[in-house]
């Protein structure tokens, strides 16, 4: 006999309602028909009463049956009978589907932001609104009228956008392409979730860094894909579990964020870059390069990316204005082989019919405007700055209880509490005294680290947000 699972998130009683709506759709409880008492049904499944009771409930308020006093408790003849009207059973559509929720750490962060917006935000991955080129993109906006015809657009996306891409990658990232293998997406979340749906197929294996981003993306796993971890230490990732995970595992795709990664903030240092590209060349690998910080890179040197050093056409580049202008207006880009890049706008398109043309063109202004390069220099420095205050705050705050390596660009700080402590007691409390920050265990298998996003606070937020913090994590000490 079927038993409720009781190391399954879903709680006991919604698992036997499921369990009973089922067996009653299949007819083994028809229309009319008598089912067991509470408590009979509770001693079947070894669960309390209460249990049985809520599960009950659930299904009279869905109409599939109905109590009366005395008479016990019946399948609905009006659900199940003739008449036509039946209430969808929600909770089976929500947890249904392909797609697994977010973090449970990522889905309270973001209700404790809702609930308080003057929380002092370490957590949100983006530019605070006095590093975002506003005036600028409203002074483009007045001056350029839109009286283009706002149809559906290139599958590629917006043709004069792709030409500046061009322009700004071989300028910026010594990056040389064609606007034929650029694909516009809607910020590089959708260009790693064209790839993880597109390109790999479930089951299959892919190498990502460990500590990344990607882990805190639930997109690989609803993608069915099998994650193996390539550790990143203070010289960025280490390429040498490359040979031995395609041996065991035969990894398909290799994944890395090599500039100012997130959530370390390290730079994948030279030796390494060609390690990597000589590995993952010699096996026949892809790597998905997701280059959004490189810009940010304080002294103002440009890293060149492994797409500017691929000779083999191994590596897909993926870019984004998020973390150098604005997250909201969506736009990035991926460059890939013209193949790759016609699937994926292929397959785009039977997702969304393309990105608005309204934000490729405010992107491709700005691009193209004296505003764009006075602007990076304004972020570099203003990042710097937050930076700078936030290691203050650090030291005066906690000396001894954190250790953290200096980032040289990008908005993180990756910061390890030296005493052992509990991820989730300290979020709570911190969000009792009025700041949230992102708990490291989301992006992989170190447990004691915090990422501070420094990018998101204003200056005056920092010193206070970390005494705050320095007070939550001492209650949770002590
Ligand atoms: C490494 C990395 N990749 C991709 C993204 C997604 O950014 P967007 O879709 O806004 O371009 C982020 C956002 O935080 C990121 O940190």
Redesign the pocket.
């Known amino acids: 006999m079927w038993k409720p699972d009781r190391l399954s998130a879903q709680p006991l009683y919604q698992q036997i309602a499921n369990d009973l709506e089922r067996r009653i759709s299949y007819g083994e409880f028809p229309p009319g028909a008598m089912l067991p008492s509470e408590r009979k049904l509770a001693e079947q499944l070894g669960v309390n009463r209460s249990t049985v009771i809520l599960a009950y409930a659930e299904l009279r308020s869905l109409g599939i049956i109905e109590s009366r006093s005395g008479s016990g408790t019946r399948v609905s003849k009006y659900k199940w009978g003739a008449t036509p009207k039946h209430t969808p059973n929600w909770h089976r559509y929500v947890e249904g589907g392909s797609f697994l929720p977010n973090l449970p750490f990522l889905r309270r962060i973001r209700e404790a932001l809702q609930q308080n917006p003057e929380l002092i935000d370490f957590a949100s991955?983006e530019l605070a609104s006095d590093l975002a080129p506003a005036e600028e993109i409203n002074a483009l906006m007045k001056v350029n009228q839109y009286t283009e015809y706002l149809g559906y657009n290139h599958p590629q996306g917006y043709a004069p956008l792709r030409k500046s891409l061009v322009q700004y990658l071989h300028q910026h990232r010594d990056i040389q392409t064609t606007d034929s293998s650029i694909l516009i997406t809607s910020?590089?979340?959708q260009s790693?979730y064209l790839i993880t749906q597109c390109l790999l197929a479930p089951g299959d294996a892919v190498a990502i860094e460990d500590p990344s981003?990607c882990y805190s993306l639930p997109m690989f796993q609803s993608a069915g894909l099998r994650l193996f971890r390539l550790p990143v230490d203070h010289r960025g990732v280490r390429p040498e579990g490359i040979r031995s995970l395609y041996k065991k595992h035969r990894i398909k795709m290799v994944f890395v964020?090599p500039n100012f990664q997130?959530p370390t903030g390290t730079l994948l240092d030279e030796e390494r870059r060609n390690e990597l590209l000589r590995v993952t060349s010699e096996l026949g690998l892809p790597i998905v390069e997701?280059d959004?910080f490189s810009l940010t890179a304080y002294d103002g040197a440009s890293r060149p990316p492994l797409k500017s050093i691929d000779a083999m056409g191994s590596v897909i580049y993926i870019g984004?204005f998020?973390k150098i202008a604005a997250?909201g207006l969506r736009v990035?880009w991926m460059v890939a082989p013209n193949s790759v890049v016609e699937r994926l706008a292929d397959a785009r398109q039977q997702m969304d019919f393309g990105l608005s043309i309204v934000p490729q063109k405010v992107a491709e202004q700005f691009l193209n405007s004296d505003y764009f390069q006075p602007h990076l220099e304004r972020l570099r420095m203003r990042l710097l700055y937050k930076r700078d205050l936030l290691i203050e705050a650090l030291r005066k705050e906690l000396p001894g209880l954190v250790s953290f390596m200096v980032p040289q660009g990008g908005l993180h700080l990756w910061c390890k509490i030296i005493p052992e402590v509990n991820d989730h007691r300290l979020l709570e409390e911190a969000i009792r005294r009025g700041i949230v920050f992102v708990p490291g265990s989301v992006y992989g298998s170190d447990s004691g680290y915090v990422r501070f996003t420094y990018g998101r606070s204003k200056a005056d937020e920092i010193e206070p947000g970390i005494s705050k913090f320095a007070e939550a994590l001492r209650s949770v000490l002590s």
Request: no cysteine; charged share 5%; proline share 7%.
């Open positions: 991955g910020g590089s979340q790693l981003y964020n997130n997701d959004p984004s998020s997250s990035g």
